[in-house]
Structure formats: C-alpha cells, structure tokens
C-alpha cells in the first residue's frame, strides 16, 4: 500500500473516530432519534469505505500460482466481502 493511500485510510479512520465520540455526546445529551441514527449510518459508511479499500488493495496483490490456489484465494475474497457489505 503506497503512503497516499495509507494516509487516507488513517484519516478516513480518525473522521470515523470523531462520528463516534460525537455519537456518544448525542445519546447523552438525549439528541433526537432521526440525528442519532443519521450520524450512525454516516460513521458506519466511513467504516465501509475503509473496508472497501482495504479489500481492494488486497485484490491488487492477488498474485496466485496454480488454478486450485486461485479457486481458494478467490473464496477467501468473497469471504471478505460477504463480511464487510453485511448488515
């Protein structure tokens, strides 16, 4: 992974770190329920874009030797996306 991309997975993180501190002041503040969970979907699609590209870098490195490694590997990413788009 280059440095570039690094630095925007971390900064992608640190929004998704501040969309959950400033979820918990909401609750303990009594904030309404259409805020709360506005603010919740915003924090839980900055987790899945960093899912995504994690992913996706992980795609780029795909690098398989034999067909059988190939058939495994490519279940091991469709594992990993069935995991990250759930829910």
């Keep these: 992974m280059e440095a570039s991309e690094k630095k925007a997975l971390v900064n992608r993180l640190r929004r998704a770190e501040g969309q959950v501190r400033g979820l918990e002041?909401?609750?303990?503040?009594?904030?309404?329920?259409?805020e709360?969970?506005?603010?919740?979907?915003?924090a839980r699609e900055a987790l899945k874009k960093v899912g995504l590209?994690?992913?996706?870098?992980?795609?780029r490195n795909f690098e398989a030797i034999e067909?059988?490694?190939e058939r495994v590997r490519a279940d091991e990413l469709m594992a990993l996306v069935r995991q990250i788009t759930k829910g």
Excluded at 25 to 34: D, F
Excluded at 36 to 42: R, S
Aim: charged share 35%; no cysteine; net charge negative.
């Design 36 to 42: 709360i969970l506005t603010q919740l979907a915003a």
């Design 53 to 59: 590209a994690v992913l996706e870098e992980e795609i």
């Design 25 to 34: 002041q909401m609750i303990e503040t009594e904030r309404a329920a259409k």
């Design 67 to 69: 067909a059988k490694e």
